[in-house]
């Protein structure tokens, strides 16, 4: 496995590549990531894994600066399941002039996570496109890039992006991998004192409730999002959303809407944490 630090060289090492499967990252890497780099080995002769954590997409009182940076141990895991290379440029090498150009995402970025963080997606759009740019660069017979559902509204904007753009990349998304109690892997869980760390597991406990719901035939979407919220909140809990959306859209599901996402964002003291489970009704 290499370490590439530069595009130069990146795109040096790529130059001859028939098959590329890319995985993005922000690092301090755990087993959701190593899911989606066990999806990219199944597609490609070259698994590349980038770690940055982007600027871009943080928030002025968001945690940029504490966000764990763990190269070295991410290296060992990345090494173990297989990647050729990791990429791990710094804020430079991503962004040598002030990104005064950057994709503006479709209005459902605004909603959901975007509503409480504003330019989010614009900043996870822009730092994609780069990405793809630089990985991509040779046109290479197979091009791949994995993403973990957890992401929902991520994976979906993505999408759009490939779509929209007509980039030659096909997108392959992994599924949520979980700790045994239900809480979604998350390199901010590491976040969690013990006591929240505990309580973690309600978040995915208040989607499941809402879903078996849905399964049982209630249809009503905006009182079950109402009961969970408030039981969040009682538990302590400061919800940012629950959401009923269509798993094709996002959008408020229509009347026949069959394939559904139930998601989440809240925070357990600092600690913000999303989560989502789909159903087909
Ligand atoms: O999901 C992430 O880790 C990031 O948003 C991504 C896709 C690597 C872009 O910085």
């Given at each position: 496995m290499q370490t590439i630090h530069t595009v130069a060289a990146l795109r040096a090492a790529l130059k001859n590549q028939a098959s590329i499967a890319f995985v993005p990252t922000m690092g301090n890497l755990h087993a959701g990531h190593i899911h989606l780099v066990e999806i990219a080995r199944q597609h490609a002769e070259c698994v590349v894994v980038s770690i940055f954590v982007n600027p871009?997409?943080?928030?002025?009182?968001?945690d940029l600066a504490s966000y764990p940076r763990t190269l070295k141990a991410d290296r060992e895991k990345l090494e173990t399941a297989g990647t050729d290379i990791v990429f791990a440029p710094n804020t430079g090498e991503m962004y040598?002039?002030?990104?005064t150009m950057t994709i503006t995402p479709?209005?459902?970025?605004?909603?959901?996570c975007g509503a409480s963080r504003p330019g989010h997606f614009a900043g996870v759009a822009t730092i994609v496109m780069k990405l793809f740019n630089i990985v991509f660069?040779?046109?290479?017979?197979r091009q791949v890039a994995v993403f973990g559902k957890k992401d929902f509204q991520q994976l979906f904007i993505i999408k759009e992006l490939v779509k929209q753009f007509n980039l030659p990349i096909e997108i392959i998304a992994g599924e949520t991998v979980r700790e045994a109690d239900g809480l979604a892997m998350s390199?901010?869980?590491?976040?969690?004192s013990a006591q929240e760390r505990a309580s973690a597991t309600q978040l995915n406990s208040a989607l499941q409730s809402i879903v078996d719901a849905i399964k049982s035939g209630n249809k009503s979407f905006p009182a079950l999002e109402t009961t969970a919220i408030q039981q969040l909140c009682e538990a302590g809990w400061q919800v940012d959303y629950i959401a009923v959306r269509s798993?094709?859209?996002?959008?408020?599901?229509?009347?026949?809407?069959r394939d559904l996402v139930v998601l989440a964002a809240a925070k357990i003291g600092t600690t913000r944490l999303i989560d989502n489970l789909t159903i087909t009704i």
């Amino acid at each position: 496995m290499q370490t590439i630090h530069t595009v130069a060289a990146l795109r040096a090492a790529l130059k001859n590549q028939a098959s590329i499967a890319f995985v993005p990252t922000m690092g301090n890497l755990h087993a959701g990531h190593i899911h989606l780099v066990e999806i990219a080995r199944q597609h490609a002769e070259c698994v590349v894994v980038s770690i940055f954590v982007n600027p871009l997409q943080f928030g002025p009182n968001e945690d940029l600066a504490s966000y764990p940076r763990t190269l070295k141990a991410d290296r060992e895991k990345l090494e173990t399941a297989g990647t050729d290379i990791v990429f791990a440029p710094n804020t430079g090498e991503m962004y040598p002039e002030t990104q005064t150009m950057t994709i503006t995402p479709p209005p459902i970025a605004s909603e959901l996570c975007g509503a409480s963080r504003p330019g989010h997606f614009a900043g996870v759009a822009t730092i994609v496109m780069k990405l793809f740019n630089i990985v991509f660069f040779n046109g290479s017979a197979r091009q791949v890039a994995v993403f973990g559902k957890k992401d929902f509204q991520q994976l979906f904007i993505i999408k759009e992006l490939v779509k929209q753009f007509n980039l030659p990349i096909e997108i392959i998304a992994g599924e949520t991998v979980r700790e045994a109690d239900g809480l979604a892997m998350s390199s901010r869980n590491g976040y969690l004192s013990a006591q929240e760390r505990a309580s973690a597991t309600q978040l995915n406990s208040a989607l499941q409730s809402i879903v078996d719901a849905i399964k049982s035939g209630n249809k009503s979407f905006p009182a079950l999002e109402t009961t969970a919220i408030q039981q969040l909140c009682e538990a302590g809990w400061q919800v940012d959303y629950i959401a009923v959306r269509s798993a094709k859209t996002l959008l408020i599901p229509k009347e026949n809407e069959r394939d559904l996402v139930v998601l989440a964002a809240a925070k357990i003291g600092t600690t913000r944490l999303i989560d989502n489970l789909t159903i087909t009704i």
